[in-house]
């Protein structure tokens, strides 16, 4: 329990300083160790394999389940002593939480890695088997292998700046460079052209594809033209105000104020309150209502895959 | 053999892709140019918008803002504006921040440009550069947003218990609680706001799990909004920015202030007029977002033209055919 419970900055068994050779040598022996465990359950016969999996499982979903299901200690403080056993392990479950999160957080570290396995698996096997566009894994390897070696060198360089001087890019070093132009010159940006090829499909879409063939996609077109504008406040701020002028001048509306674009009963005319209306009351409860959908959905999946009843998963 | 005569819509109709491709390439490039960097688009603010800003500018000044930047370069276009307006908001009324991310291991990489270039712009203004350590700590990347939000509600300070930081007056790693940005925060109740900077379902994360411990407040793309606004509908989201229209929203206020004085050009709250908020009192106001707007403006005039243009062909050439 306290090991649950412990106090980070306190260096223990568990807890070594930051840097220190006895981190490190925590952190290969928990490396080794975890490869050892995950090549063992790797090689194990799936009858062994699948019940070790399904309590790893369950034991982590049973532990929020009680986070969420068990009365919670009211105003805790970490000096109460509990007052019996449903405050207990209410204590408990409130103390275990953030280390449960932690190994939580090194778990999902550890999918990148797997990843990283399975794009090296890949592309080496591709290169090896002397495939169609292997250059390709050629190029991988070495934008992987420069990106980690600047990145490494970087963060070194930093680690061991004590006066924050690379802070300003007239100190930087070859590494500092290298990181910046890798990461900053060629991976943003390449990241960003991905995305903005987007537009370009849009637009392509827009004009071959949207067409108004039914009354349905004439509605859609509709609300999808107005949102559309009211997107622009160039037009969207002479348009309500026009409208507040109009209730003004020419309806005399007592309401209007075409300093605020405030319109009086005439507010509907204006395309902000359309566009509005439409969110609030048309996209958002849609929205909502498929959210709920795959909540329900999502609900039903954990409570399988928790329970092991999953095919493909550990049940049989 | 006969050849039928192809009209001016049903040539419309054949264009070639590559040819839009130019047209929205040339379009938006012209409107990002310099000759049009100096021009105020005029706004009249979302209510999202307005309820993020009078946050913002009302958050006590001795307490710590927390920052969830969850977003990498592919929406740049939306989160940069967003962050740098935020940031900008926070260091000319020198608040203290922490920053991290739960999303993605691209995201510190990200963020710390964002800090990079605001600090490099305040030292060409001849302000007061944001120092890491006294001014804001970077608490980098947590793999799981379900596991650390859970952590960070039930208890900060274990939740980041384990985090350092290199201390520039001894040059030495220590624990982050133990530097002026967090020295006072025992609780994620305790920093004025929780500010989420995203372009994924981080929020929904964030509000299942933090809502009733902090005051959240959200910035997120257009793609994200339509889902995120519900939370600011029911209370649990204290304001938002959505798409480059909010981050527009907000640096207009930084510009105009909300319901500030008799300026014809301070956004009005129509229900809200006892919450007002000034412009900011030093840096830049008016920068990313509305230096993309005019660009997004043509952009989306484009694709209304496209859509009109695209249906009106249809009928002309459907007409034709059975006349």
Redesign the interface.
Known sequence: MNLLAQ???NYNFW?AE??SARLWIMILVSLLVGAGFYAALFYAPSRIRKPIVWTFTFAGGLF?VL?WAWPQPVSYHPDDIPNGFVENVGFWL?DA?????????I???F??GLGIYSLLRIHTGRIVKRQADRGFSVVFFIAMLAILVFGYWDWSLREAD???LL?DSANWQLANFGQNLL??GF???M??A??SMI??F???A???A???RSVESTVL?AS??IL??S????V???W?SGVANLAKNVFHDSKADP????AGYLNWMKL?SIANWL??YM??PA??AV?WGIGLGALAMGLRLWLGLEKGGVSV | MKTEKTGFWQKLQN?D?RV??LI?VVT?SVLLSPMFANIS????PEPSSKALYYKLMSAPDNKTVFVQSDW?????GENAAHLEALLRVLMSRHIKFVIFTVAD??AP??YR?VI?TINSERKSEGLKEY??WEDYLDLKY???A???L??IA??V???F??V?A?D?T????R?V?ESPVLANVRAVSDASLYMIVTASSSIDRAVERLNEKATLALMCTGVIG??A??WF?AGQVKGVAV?L?GG?DVEYMMKHGLNYGSD?KTA?W?GHESQVAPPVSEGKSLARANLY?LS??G??????L??V???IG?FVTRKKRTA
């Open positions: 106090a980070a900055p807890a930051p840097g929020y986070y409130h939480l953030p280390r449960v999160a932690d190994i939580s957080n778990l999902t570290a999918l990148l004590t006066k924050g802070q990461f900053d991976l943003q940006q990241d960003s991905m995305f537009a370009f849009i637009l392509s827009a004009y071959r949207f067409r108004i077109m999808a033209l559309m504008v997107l622009l406040t160039l969207v701020t002479n309500d300093a605020t674009f405030q902000s969110k609030a996209q958002v929205l909502r959210d | 264009v892709r839009l491709y929205l938006t688009i005029p706004d009249d990498t370069i592919s929406t740049r291991p691209q990489g990200v440009d990079r120092k890491l947590f793999p799981n379900e596991g650390t859970n952590a039930s208890d300070r274990k939740a218990g384990g350092t290199k520039p001894t040059g030495q790693d624990n609680f339509p889902s606004i519900p509908q798409g229209r527009l014809p009005r129509a707007f997004f403006h952009a989306i005039i484009l694709l209304i496209a859509v243009v695209g249906n249809m």
